[in-house]
């Protein structure tokens, strides 16, 4: 699997150490020449010192060929940017990093469907600990093939009761988030445009509800 990440910062680095140790082929892009030079004596990957917001430098490093995209520099409008470009110049998967809940909003309303916001998950998980709730042991609830996913309602979903939405076979929905707000599926909730559908089901069918639910070819 090829990933390309754009931001040699503390992220990018954990996740190209991880992903080398799992033998991913990573192709890591940093503007800072110094730091580039400091990663590529450290990195048993493709290093690129350049600007990763240019599409030239996304196609230096062959982003046609590439199964994912990952944008996390340390500036939110850039990543945002290159999640831009990666997504007019394949169909790999993107992951865009965000600091700032303004830019994660203004990243799900570009129909982007994988975003990392550190900072907001991290305060979750501490207040959660504060109320002496253990968070992490969800991720005992995710074995074998799986998945929790979430899709942002469009046009075409909204005014629906989720009742009436179809949903692959071995998959379900979970509830709805409208803002800080989240409605239990037993309650057949009508859908709003913006409202965030969790649904579970196996990664064989994830693609596939993407795709159902996929208004704007991204």
Known sequence: MRVIIVGGGALGQH?????????????????????????AESFDCTIINAEGTKPEILEKAEIEEADAVVACTDNDQNNILIGLIARSSNNAKIIVKTNEEQFMAVARKLGFRHIINPSNTSSMIISDVLRGVDTMELSNLVRSNVRFISII????????????????????????????????????????????????????QMNKIYDQFDESGV
């Not at 140790?21 to 800072?32: H, K």
């Not at 998959?171 to 599926?185: K, P, Q, T, W």
């Open 15 to 39: 996740l190209a150490k991880n992903l080398i140790d799992q033998g991913y082929e990573i192709i890591l892009i940093e503007r800072n020449a110094e730091h580039a030079k400091e990663l």
């Open 153 to 204: 309602v469009g046009d075409k979903t909204a005014g629906k009761h989720l009742s009436e939405l179809p949903l692959p076979s071995e998959s379900a929905f979970v509830g709805l988030y409208r803002e800080s707000n989240f409605i239990l599926a037993g309650k057949d909730p009508k859908i709003e445009k913006e409202d965030e559908l969790v649904v579970v089901t196996n990664s064989d």
